[in-house]
């Protein structure tokens, strides 16, 4: 299954905006419209499938922390909401909504739940409000602990676990090297880029157990890399570099196709960060381990512009080789990232995000118009998005 309909109400800038989601979908505009907001308002709604909204458990999915005031719409022009309200719906019927409440005056830990409904498509798991005698505690979420009873493979359940998972990645280049701490651990690499090491040595030992297929897509994230021969891990790297530099027990280590056989090597603290950035997201789509749904803010962060339509071009293939249903939600202020879609596939979608002349976030989707088309056979999507053809541009 997979995650076809967000609707966001009272979320940050998201006054009221419905979303209609496929297996890659990208998201374009200027700085400050509420690009990040559509990422984060999942992660609310997957701490909240998970029984709690606090901050712990938003920073664990990646989700910035802060005061009810500024999780709570607030605009001039619109009413203020009484509460946030969230809800997912999957592509056999299963849905999961929530209204969430929390004092702007005198906010507690964990937010209220004021409504929660779950349901298989076929019947409704949870339909109550959750202020009342059946739940004696407001902020504890009765939809997690009515999953355990279900069978695994229920639509219900299947949505919910996919809610817990999600994640947004935003990785830098200290902890992609090493030489920071990542202070979201997750399998199989953290929210900043921790443990890339030991998560491209589970994902090239799954990869070679699958034979030549598995070759293949290890061959497409190499290629990607064009100064290498090889990437390998290996504990013994000391060797490598300074005493004073910190290190993992587990490190990177690259072969420089052009350099002296017996000087070519070298660790992750000395590649090239694009490199680090392209294992980084390889792990996300093809790891086992990793989320089902899941977000990269700024996918296209330290990468040349050629190198990122060429990462852009093998997602959707990569996602769909690990899992039929995995799905992938990513911002970027990079034109050339645009050139990398398959418009064509209706599972890769492409949304403009602005803000209207109240200042509320608005979502829509570019698809391929006749007149679109004509102007994509002389200028790629990339250009005709610098000369304002797609919308989504700064006013400036």
């Not at 330290?302 to 992938?328: E, F, I, K, V, Y």
Request: aromatic share 6%.
């Amino acid at each position: 299954m997979m995650i076809r309909k967000l609707s966001v109400n009272g979320f940050k800038s998201l006054h009221e905006e419905t979303l209609e989601l496929g297996r890659v979908n990208c998201f374009i505009g200027a700085n400050g419209v509420g690009k990040s907001n559509i990422l984060e308002s999942l992660g609310v709604l997957g701490a909240a499938a998970n029984g709690v909204v606090d901050d712990e458990s938003l920073l664990r999915r990646g989700v910035r922390a802060g005061v009810p005031r500024l999780y709570k719409s607030s605009f001039a022009s619109e009413r203020t909401p009484a509460h946030i309200r969230l809800e997912v719906n999957g592509d056999k019927g299963e849905a999961y909504r929530v209204s969430l409440l929390n004092p702007l005056d005198s906010p507690e830990p964990s937010w209220s739940y004021k409504t929660e409904v779950l349901s298989d498509g076929c019947e409704e798991i949870i339909s109550d409000g959750v202020r009342n005698k059946k739940n004696l505690n407001p902020q504890a979420g009765l939809a997690a602990l009515r999953i355990v009873d279900l069978d695994v493979d229920n639509a219900a359940a299947l949505l919910m676990k996919r809610l817990q998972e999600y994640a947004i990645y935003c990785p830098n280049t200290p902890t992609l090297r090493g030489i920071e701490q990542d202070i979201q651990s997750r399998a199989p690499v953290g929210l900043n880029g921790g443990q890339l090491a030991e998560g491209y040595a589970a994902l090239v030992r799954h990869l070679e157990g699958q034979g030549d297929t598995g070759e293949e897509i290890l061959d497409q994230v190499i290629e990607l890399i064009d100064w290498i021969s090889d990437i390998e891990t290996t504990t013994h790297g000391s060797s490598l570099l300074s005493s004073k530099v910190p290190r993992s027990k587990v490190m990177l280590k690259f072969t420089d196709r052009f350099m002296q056989t017996s000087r070519n090597e070298l660790t992750a603290y000395d590649a090239s960060e694009g490199a680090l950035y392209v294992i980084f997201c390889a792990l996300l789509c093809l790891s086992p381990n990793a989320p089902r749904l899941f977000a990269v803010d700024n996918l296209d962060q330290a990468l040349n512009p050629r190198l990122a339509r060429l990462l852009t071009s093998r997602l959707a293939g990569w996602l769909a080789h690990n899992s039929a249903d995995r799905q992938l939600l990513f911002t970027t202020h990079n034109p050339a990232v645009l050139d990398g879609l398959n418009l064509l596939d209706p599972e890769t979608r492409l949304f403009a995000v602005e803000r209207t002349s109240n200042g509320i976030t608005a979502v829509r989707r570019i698809e391929l118009s006749a007149e679109l088309v004509k102007m994509n056979k002389d200028y790629p999507l990339s250009r005709l998005w610098m000369m304002g053809h797609l919308g989504a541009v700064p006013n400036v």
